[in-house]
T-cell receptor, first 111, second 112 residues
Framework: DTAVSQTPKYLVTQMGNDKSIKCEQN?????MYWYKQDSKKFLKIMFS???????INETVPNRFSPKSPDKAHLNLHINSLELGDSAVYFC??????????FGPGTRLTVL | GQQLNQSPQSMFIQEGEDVSMNCTSS?????WLWYKQEPGEGPVLLIA?????ELTSNGRLTAQFGITRKDSFLNISASIPSDVGIYFC????????????FGTGTRLKVLA
């Protein structure tokens, strides 16, 4: 039933580690996004894929690498985690450039 | 760059009261979206607006697309405790149709 799902819900890790977050949508959408929400709750776009092609790549450290194996999946891999990477990461999807539907979020804590 | 400013930043209201909040921009938007985010959850789309002057309702929620196309308003009537959360406006950036800008959020708390 879940439209946009993310795993894991919580991720606690040490500085310097590499981690991945997975996202899947079953809405039949062709566009997927990664957002970062900081402690002040500001939502900022990081990446977007349309039909598996990267179309938005904001000013994000190249330690962050998105991968879209197919239209229904968008994963986010983060290398050499830093304290400042602690945030909630949201996946979203849309049909073309339309209304975006969000996943439940992954709360990343870097110690 | 484009920014969406929401006011008020936060509100504490009594159950049963009506709520008004707005979202303003220095640039024109062609679409306005309103989302609600509850604690520990992702934003959920409430209302989408596509035309200047448009007034759209979703239950107790009513949103309006400002005629200048630089603002939008969200009203909640007869608030209930489950209205608590952060309300975000959003609109497509001029730097790319797939890129949406989110507002700073209005945090709503309802006192029973």
């Amino acid at each position: 039933d879940t439209a946009v799902s993310q795993t894991p819900k919580y991720l606690v890790t040490q500085m310097g580690n590499d981690k991945s977050i997975k996202c899947e949508q079953n809405l039949g959408h062709d566009t997927m996004y990664w957002y970062k929400q900081d402690s002040k709750k500001f939502l900022k776009i990081m990446f977007s894929y349309n039909n598996k092609e990267l179309i938005i790549n904001e000013t994000v450290p190249n330690r962050f690498s998105p991968k879209s194996p197919d239209k229904a999946h968008l994963n986010l891999h983060i290398n050499s985690l830093e304290l400042g990477d602690s945030a909630v990461y949201f996946c979203a999807s849309s049909h073309a450039a339309g209304e975006q539907f969000f996943g439940p979020g992954t709360r990343l804590t870097v110690l | 760059g484009q920014q969406l400013n929401q006011s008020p930043q936060s509100m504490f209201i009594q159950e049963g009261e009506d709520v008004s909040m707005n979202c303003t921009s220095s640039s024109i938007f062609n679409t306005w979206l309103w989302y609600k985010q509850e604690p520990g959850e992702g934003p959920v789309l409430l209302i989408a607006l596509y035309k200047a002057g448009e007034l759209t309702s979703n239950g107790r929620l009513t949103a309006q697309f400002g005629i200048t196309r630089k603002d939008s308003f969200l009203n909640i009537s007869a608030s209930i405790p489950s209205d608590v959360g952060i309300y975000f406006c959003a609109g497509p950036s001029t730097s790319g149709t797939y890129k949406y800008i989110f507002g700073t959020g209005t945090r709503l708390k309802v006192l029973a």
